[in-house]
């Protein structure tokens, strides 16, 4: 053992514990290829897409509904403006829902009753369930209140139900973040709870919350498993225009077209996938911007 | 509900209430020249502002034989004690001993803890404040509190000021002139004056801290309780906050918890001494006030061995 004053006369330049050791540099390799091989697969799926959907990536794509006849004028039309319907019914049942049921679980709920513990298990669980129960279970619910299943508020139901745990555990997080401090500090000039949660820590959870919110809505945008259990798949030829209305979306526009033979769907399929690709890419661009705009050092 | 007065009431309706109910505790400074005898018993020069404090303090706040629970641990027991009208009140003590336990309990800010529990009786104007008909709310706004660490709220210094005026909706005529009003009481006008609308965060700590200290007067409180208010200050910082509170002891009755001996005997009229003793079986530390007095007393002349031993520097 080095006395204090060996050690200090010891170069503390020399690397005994560095970054150039064998193991740690066979780690750093192995990390390094689980990326390469990650970014690889991606990349493949996206130069293959580009590919082969390139010469429909046209006006026809976003403008025109799909043909039986002319598949190589058709176009995804009703599919966009399908998701687009869904993923609004979607957000505007799950945002509300599941913000104050975090706001209930984490600034309300008293962790010893076994009611709330008995939500926080389910919860957790809940986020793990696959999506296509969901649609059995919005399936099940629109037979017995005697709705159609197809429908855009169906669909609605179905993928609010999927990414409601993720809303609510993001936006748990969110609030969890902001400081014990700052509701504290409001409680303590006279304001009730409610007024704190409303005007304090919601607010400054609110990035974190629009963050989480966004990633799971990206992520209904892309599903297709319980839309296609509800009977989404049909051929559509006309814009949804409303909650009762059939619907199809992307991805279930693009599982009917990779189906086929013919290379015009595959065209098409690939052209669609290019589109979702897109749209989500902006969706998660959207979200890191809005955590880095947002970020907030306490 | 019956005859407490509420936190925004005049001078008036306290010194008429004190002066029924308690004779004893009329304002010293006109008892004073009038009665030798009374003033070398009752009323004492103490500090070096050289004010006139009664033997006895008026009662704001009481405590009577108060017991606090976090779950089944008892942090503190048996803590009897007034705190004074226009007086600051300082609780000095050993870390862990309860100091702050017993500062939350005053304004049921213990509440947010869950398992928290209070025995005993704690008065507010003689209403007892964790009776079942208070609302915690209302305690909180007559009884404000500034903490130990800066915590203003992530919005500009205007609205940090005007936020608890807003959520009490309290009257007024003018915000503009409220949030001068607190600012100036807080001696931080003339340092923020021209950035009213940006962000408190870009405030130093011990602006932060006057900032909360506006905030809290803004809601007009009677009693302002204080944890360690300095504690991540500089020394210029702190005596720019004690300098502060001598001040603001004429219009609101102060409650300070602070480990620094040389500041509770620079600013506080009075001074309870706590320390922590551990239980026989459990080992338990329970807190417990040894000795409540003058703080002139207390630095000088203590009657406990053990506040003589602490004010030495012997323990803690
Ligand atoms: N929120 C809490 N939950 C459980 N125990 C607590 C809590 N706050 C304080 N205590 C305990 O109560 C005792 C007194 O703590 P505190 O009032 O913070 O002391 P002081 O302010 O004098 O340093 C300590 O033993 C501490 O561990
Ligand atoms: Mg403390």
Redo the contacts between chains.
């Keep these: 053992m080095a006395t204090i004053g060996q050690l200090a006369t010891q170069p503390i330049k020399a690397r005994k514990h560095g970054a150039k050791s064998p193991a740690s540099i066979a780690f750093l390799v192995a990390l390094w290829c689980a990326l390469g091989f990650s970014i690889l697969c991606l990349l493949t799926l996206l130069i293959t897409s580009v590919m082969d959907g390139l010469p429909r990536l046209d006006s026809n794509l976003l403008t025109q509904y799909t043909s039986q006849i002319a598949p190589e004028r058709g176009g995804a039309r009703a599919a966009i403006i399908g998701s687009l319907w869904v993923i609004a019914a979607t957000a505007i049942m799950a945002i509300p829902l599941g913000i104050a049921a975090a706001v209930y679980l984490e600034e309300f709920a008293d962790p010893r009753r076994w009611y709330n513990r008995l939500i926080e298990v389910n919860l957790q669980n809940l986020a793990a369930v696959p999506a296509i129960v969901y649609g059995l279970l919005t399936a099940g619910f629109a037979l017995s209140i005697g709705l159609r299943r197809g429908v855009v508020l169906a669909g609605g139901i179905a993928l609010a139900l999927l990414i409601l745990p993720v809303i609510i555990i993001t936006a748990r997080e969110a609030l969890r973040a902001v400081p014990a401090e700052i509701r504290q500090g409001s409680l303590a000039l006279g304001a009730t709870p409610l007024q704190t949660v409303w005007r304090q820590t919601l607010p400054s959870a609110i990035p974190g919350v629009a963050t989480g919110t966004i990633l799971a809505l990206s992520r209904a945008l892309g599903e297709a498993a319980p839309l296609l259990l509800l009977g989404g798949l049909v051929t559509i030829r006309f814009d949804p225009n409303g909650l009762l209305s059939g619907f199809t979306t992307l991805p279930i526009q693009i599982f009917n077209w990779a189906g086929r033979a013919e290379a015009d769907f595959q065209q098409l399929a690939a052209a669609a996938i290019i589109l979702l690709l897109v749209m989500l890419l902006l969706m998660n661009a959207l979200a890191i911007l809005i955590r880095n705009r947002y970020q907030r050092q306490w | 509900m019956t005859t407490a007065p509420s936190g925004s009431t005049t001078p008036t309706d306290w010194t008429d209430m004190t002066s029924t109910d308690a004779p004893t505790t009329e304002r010293p400074a006109a008892a004073a020249p009038q009665d030798a005898s009374a003033r070398e018993i009752d009323v004492r020069v103490d500090r070096a502002s050289g004010r006139y404090l009664p033997e006895v303090p008026t009662p704001v706040i009481e405590c009577t034989d108060v017991d606090i629970f976090y779950g089944q641990f008892r942090a503190v027991h048996g803590v009897s004690l007034v705190y004074g009208k226009n007086e600051i009140t300082a609780m000095i003590g050993p870390s862990g001993c309860g100091k702050s336990t017993v500062l939350r309990s005053l304004?049921r800010?213990n509440d947010?803890i869950?398992g928290a529990r209070v025995t005993g009786k704690i008065t507010y104007h003689g209403q007892d404040i964790y009776g079942s008909d208070v609302d915690p709310?209302?305690v909180?706004?007559r009884i404000?509190?500034v903490?130990q660490?800066p915590?203003?709220?992530?919005k500009s210094i205007y609205d940090n000021i005007a936020?608890?005026p807003r959520?009490?909706g309290m009257k007024v005529s003018s915000m503009d002139d409220l949030v001068e009003e607190s600012l100036r009481g807080a001696a931080l006008w003339d340092e923020v004056k021209d950035k009213l609308k940006q962000s408190a965060y870009g405030l130093s700590g011990g602006q932060q801290q006057r900032l909360?200290i506006a905030?809290?007067i803004a809601?007009r409180p009677e009693v302002i309780l204080m944890d360690e208010p300095c504690s991540s200050l500089d020394p210029i910082a702190t005596a720019r906050i004690e300098d502060l509170m001598e001040d603001l002891r004429k219009d609101f009755t102060i409650i300070i918890v602070t480990h620094n001996m040389q500041q509770a005997a620079r600013v506080a009229d009075r001074t309870a001494f706590f320390t922590a003793k551990a239980a026989e079986g459990t080992g338990d530390r329970t807190g417990q006030l040894v000795e409540y007095d003058l703080t002139s007393k207390i630095f000088s002349n203590p009657a406990d061995r053990r506040t003589e031993d602490y004010i030495s520097g012997r323990f803690g």
């Design positions: 304004n800010m947010l869950t709310i209302e909180r706004r404000g509190m903490f660490k915590n203003p709220f992530p936020y608890g959520v009490t909360c905030r809290t809601v």
